[in-house]
Protein backbone atom coordinates (compact mmCIF):
# COMPACT_ATOMS: atom_id res chain seq x y z
CA UNK A 1 0.00 0.00 0.00
CA UNK A 2 1.09 3.60 -1.09
CA UNK A 3 2.33 5.53 2.69
CA UNK A 4 0.25 8.75 1.76
CA UNK A 5 -2.98 6.42 2.31
CA UNK A 6 -1.66 4.85 5.08
CA UNK A 7 -1.24 8.07 7.14
CA UNK A 8 -5.16 9.68 5.79
CA UNK A 9 -6.73 6.14 6.97
CA UNK A 10 -5.12 6.42 10.26
CA UNK A 11 -6.66 10.70 10.43
CA UNK A 12 -9.38 9.82 9.37
CA UNK A 13 -10.00 6.93 11.98
CA UNK A 14 -8.52 9.27 14.89
CA UNK A 15 -10.58 12.05 13.71
CA UNK A 16 -13.60 9.59 13.64
CA UNK A 17 -13.11 8.27 17.33
CA UNK A 18 -12.30 12.42 18.15
CA UNK A 19 -15.77 13.11 16.89
CA UNK A 20 -17.91 10.10 18.40
CA UNK A 21 -16.07 10.67 21.83
CA UNK A 22 -16.79 14.66 21.28
CA UNK A 23 -20.49 14.16 21.09
CA UNK A 24 -20.81 10.88 23.57
CA UNK A 25 -19.08 13.79 25.70
CA UNK A 26 -21.92 16.66 25.14
CA UNK A 27 -24.55 14.40 25.64
CA UNK A 28 -25.35 14.54 29.07
CA UNK A 29 -28.61 14.02 30.48
CA UNK A 30 -30.91 15.19 32.95
CA UNK A 31 -31.79 14.17 36.29
CA UNK A 32 -32.55 14.09 39.90
CA UNK A 33 -30.32 13.81 42.33
CA UNK A 34 -31.13 10.51 43.21
CA UNK A 35 -30.32 8.99 39.64
CA UNK A 36 -27.27 10.83 39.47
CA UNK A 37 -25.69 9.13 42.86
CA UNK A 38 -27.04 5.82 41.52
CA UNK A 39 -25.10 6.30 38.14
CA UNK A 40 -22.15 7.95 39.08
CA UNK A 41 -21.98 9.51 35.69
CA UNK A 42 -22.02 13.00 34.92
CA UNK A 43 -25.56 14.48 34.20
CA UNK A 44 -27.46 17.82 34.34
CA UNK A 45 -30.08 18.21 37.20
CA UNK A 46 -32.17 20.88 37.41
CA UNK A 47 -33.33 22.38 40.50
CA UNK A 48 -33.31 25.64 42.82
CA UNK A 49 -30.91 27.42 44.99
CA UNK A 50 -31.93 26.87 48.98
CA UNK A 51 -31.10 30.01 50.20
CA UNK A 52 -31.75 29.43 53.60
CA UNK A 53 -28.50 27.04 54.16
CA UNK A 54 -26.18 30.02 52.24
CA UNK A 55 -23.49 30.04 50.04
CA UNK A 56 -19.67 30.50 50.15
CA UNK A 57 -16.96 31.38 47.89
CA UNK A 58 -13.25 29.90 48.51
CA UNK A 59 -11.02 31.93 46.63
CA UNK A 60 -7.85 30.19 47.75
CA UNK A 61 -9.20 26.86 45.90
CA UNK A 62 -11.73 28.84 43.80
CA UNK A 63 -14.84 26.80 44.70
CA UNK A 64 -17.77 28.38 45.30
CA UNK A 65 -20.72 26.19 47.58
CA UNK A 66 -24.10 26.38 47.84
CA UNK A 67 -27.37 23.83 48.19
CA UNK A 68 -29.47 23.08 46.10
CA UNK A 69 -32.90 21.33 45.83
CA UNK A 70 -33.96 19.33 42.92
CA UNK A 71 -37.32 18.38 41.43
CA UNK A 72 -37.85 15.90 44.26
CA UNK A 73 -36.76 18.60 46.75
CA UNK A 74 -33.85 16.37 47.86
CA UNK A 75 -31.56 18.97 49.10
CA UNK A 76 -27.48 18.67 48.23
CA UNK A 77 -24.36 20.26 48.55
CA UNK A 78 -23.18 21.33 45.36
CA UNK A 79 -19.41 22.06 44.66
CA UNK A 80 -18.81 24.27 41.80
CA UNK A 81 -15.22 24.28 40.51
CA UNK A 82 -15.03 28.01 39.37
CA UNK A 83 -16.57 31.63 40.67
CA UNK A 84 -19.98 32.31 41.56
CA UNK A 85 -22.42 32.38 38.30
CA UNK A 86 -23.55 35.58 37.59
CA UNK A 87 -27.38 36.88 38.76
CA UNK A 88 -26.64 33.70 41.06
CA UNK A 89 -29.12 35.46 43.85
CA UNK A 90 -32.17 36.20 41.57
CA UNK A 91 -31.88 32.77 39.87
CA UNK A 92 -35.34 31.24 39.13
CA UNK A 93 -33.57 27.81 38.98
CA UNK A 94 -30.09 26.26 38.17
CA UNK A 95 -28.32 23.31 36.25
CA UNK A 96 -25.34 21.97 37.74
CA UNK A 97 -23.58 19.65 35.73
CA UNK A 98 -21.37 17.09 36.98
CA UNK A 99 -21.23 13.94 39.68
CA UNK A 100 -21.33 13.05 42.55
CA UNK A 101 -17.67 12.60 44.71
CA UNK A 102 -19.13 11.07 47.83
CA UNK A 103 -22.84 10.49 49.93
CA UNK A 104 -23.52 14.23 50.18
CA UNK A 105 -21.37 16.55 47.80
CA UNK A 106 -22.35 17.22 43.86
CA UNK A 107 -18.79 18.18 42.30
CA UNK A 108 -19.85 20.71 39.23
CA UNK A 109 -17.91 21.84 36.38
CA UNK A 110 -20.47 24.25 35.14
CA UNK A 111 -23.69 25.65 36.71
CA UNK A 112 -26.23 27.59 34.62
CA UNK A 113 -28.84 30.11 36.05
CA UNK A 114 -32.46 30.99 34.43
CA UNK A 115 -33.19 34.51 35.38
CA UNK A 116 -36.60 35.99 35.60
CA UNK A 117 -37.52 37.69 31.93
CA UNK A 118 -38.19 41.49 31.79
CA UNK A 119 -41.06 40.04 29.84
CA UNK A 120 -42.57 38.06 32.00
CA UNK A 121 -46.33 39.39 33.62
CA UNK A 122 -49.51 39.23 33.78
CA UNK A 123 -51.20 41.24 30.74
CA UNK A 124 -52.30 44.09 32.84
CA UNK A 125 -48.61 44.68 34.11
CA UNK A 126 -47.56 44.60 30.34
CA UNK A 127 -50.33 46.96 28.53
CA UNK A 128 -51.04 49.05 31.96
CA UNK A 129 -53.80 49.54 34.35
CA UNK A 130 -56.57 49.78 31.66
CA UNK A 131 -55.12 48.71 28.71
CA UNK A 132 -56.15 52.14 26.76
CA UNK A 133 -52.27 53.26 26.73
CA UNK A 134 -51.47 51.29 24.18
CA UNK A 135 -54.58 51.78 21.89
CA UNK A 136 -55.39 55.86 21.99
Known amino acids: MNAKAIVAGVIIVIFLIFCAWSFLESNVEYT ?4 AYETG ?4 VEGTW ?3 KGEKYNAERNEFTFYMADKNDQIVRVVLEGPRPNNFEIATSVVAR ?3 VSEDEFRSTNVLTKCPSKYEGTAEEMMGASGKEYYE
Request: avoid cysteine; aromatic fraction near 14%.
Open 50 to 52: VEE
Open 41 to 44: RTVQ
Open 32 to 35: DFQN
Open 98 to 100: GQF
